[in-house]
């Protein structure tokens, strides 16, 4: 019995580890010269595959409800929640750290709670403490990308000299035009990412059927990528495929994270609920930290991991001024963020897409 009680909490380290791994193999490639455009084709190729035999065998009947409209919506929403958001974010990953990435996916449900915010999804009562919490988590969260953007401070050694995915390429060191750059495309991936995720809670109200609705964006964001990986790679030498950490990546982002996380995710959030799944994301983190340095020799500086703390901080904020808020109000009357939450919950910044439980993370990644 004490066994089963466990469950939920060694699962949620369990997907804070995969993503971990997706942070640091996704920044390897890249590292090797993978372009991140055709990665994105290849990952997104990988998770249709996986995919849709799926929704073949347990929606076919089913397939007859995607109206044209419907469809031309969810081409719409893949290209900004899969296309455009993934691909800005990879671009983002190739110019900063597999750090920076993992501490601003803490960001994604207060930038959710803003756009649930101005889309009056969600209402902020600013003399109760929850409002204030949610605005607090507001000001930490734009703290901390600003202190990863323009505060590097004192750097500490990698923990490894001699590193599993070494690039003989890769530099230590960026110029520091290039980290902000990086930094603030993140942010854009993030705010792409958690607009689709409102967009998506909004869809699947009215039309609730997450299994087609997931795999019919996921095939359309593969052809949307390779429309982009064409033109923005045009020397089709460079798409071939060898047995190193390119295609380690591919496998694992399109098959590992889609398949095996996501399936996790939903169970862990059914289980426990959203709150609690996203109570353990800084866990990934601090994983990464110590991975990207173990594995790729990247060298942490203070400023990313003080940004991330605040990222945390923000995180935490507003997941207790939301806890705060439903408890004190009547299920009837609790706002739509709930089911963004949920949403965001079984969709990692940057992933492909979930399996029928899940509601859209994620996607990561």
Known sequence: MEMEAKKPYVIAVIIQLI??????????AFDHGMNTFVFIFYRQAAASLLLLPVAVVLERKNVRSLSPGLLLKLFF??????????NLYNVSLKFTSATVASATTNSMPVVTFCFALLLR?????????S??????????????????????GPALSPVNHHRAFAAAHATASRRRVTWIKGTFLMVFANMAWSLWIVLQAGLLQK????????VTQCVFSTIQSFVVAVVAERDFSKWKLGLDVSLLAIVYTGFVVTGVSYYLQAWCV????????AAWTPLCFVFTIFCSSFF??????????????????????VLWGKGKETKITPCSEV????????EWNHKKPHEAHAEATSTAVIDQV
Do not use: W
């Not at 409002?131 to 590097?152: M, S």
């Open 270 to 277: 059914q289980m426990k609920g959203p709150v609690f799944f």
């Open 131 to 152: 409002g204030i919490a949610k605005l607090t988590g507001v000001a930490f969260c734009l703290a901390g990308v600003l202190v990863i953007a323009f505060y590097a």
């Open 335 to 342: 706002n739509t963020l709930d089911s963004v939450q949920d």
């Open 19 to 28: 993503y971990t791994g997706m942070f640091v193999v996704s920044k390897a």
């Open 207 to 214: 039309y609730p059927n997450k299994m087609l609705v997931t």
């Open 121 to 129: 999804m969600e209402v902020v009562k600013l003399r109760s403490s």
């Open 77 to 86: 929403y893949a290209l900004i929640g899969s296309t455009f958001s993934l």
């Open 296 to 317: 790729l020799g990247e060298i942490v500086h203070i400023g990313s991991i003080v940004g991330g703390i605040l990222l945390v901080g923000g995180l935490y904020s």
